[in-house]
DNA sequence: GACGATAGCCCTT
DNA sequence: AAGGGCTATCGTC
């Protein structure tokens, strides 16, 4: 298993992310000390890339065990939500078939791999929703996302 | 209206 | 059996 660290200008923090030979985990790590960059796996990079606002999409494929078919349903859907896009929790329950719109957050909740699948593009009907890493990191991503796409119509 | 409490949803632990 | 990254509904003001 190995490591690797980014820093992200969109939310001020660094960005851990874990792999083997496939991406296992990505986490926020909310530190005032410096770290050492580290770039050896692909989505690494893609990542960075998208932390610039150069990257829309991701190349998917991920290797994260021990989740339930639900969550697993819930999670492929969130992936197809579009950058700069919102969908509610709602909905997306509805295009999964399931009025269980209380378990799905849950599931968002464990997502073991934000911005892969774009957890952040999931809101509530009213509001913004919650987010593991804090909300504040949710407004920025969405925010950043806006921008961004904006920059490319102009 | 607006706001808070409540009661359902159904998966997870 | 309890509790969630939710929501529709029903009292209050």
């Known amino acids: 298993m190995i490591q690797d660290i980014i820093f992200s200008e969109v939310n001020g923090c660094y960005v851990e ?6 991406l296992r ?15 050896t796996h692909k989505i690494t990079f893609e990542l960075d890339e998208y932390f610039n ?12 065990p021990g989740l ?3 969550a697993r ?24 078939g399931t009025r269980a719109v209380q378990a799905v957050g849950s599931a968002l909740a464990k997502n073991p791999i934000p911005i892969i699948i774009p957890c952040h ?7 913004i929703g919650g987010y593991s890493a804090g909300i504040d990191f949710k407004i920025q991503l969405l925010e950043f996302e806006q921008k961004t796409l904006m920059g490319d119509n102009l």
């Open 73 to 96: 349903k819930v999670l492929n859907e969130t992936r197809k939500v579009k950058y700069g896009s919102t969908i509610t929790y709602s909905e997306l329950a509805k295009r999964i």
């Open 25 to 39: 985990s990505v986490r926020f790590i909310k530190t005032a000390e410096k770290l050492m960059e580290s770039k």
């Open 17 to 22: 992310i874990e792999h083997g030979t496939e």
């Open 68 to 70: 339930s078919a639900f």
């Open 53 to 64: 606002g150069k990257r829309y999409d991701f190349s998917c494929s991920y290797d994260v």
């Open 121 to 127: 593009r999931v809101v509530a009907k009213n509001g």
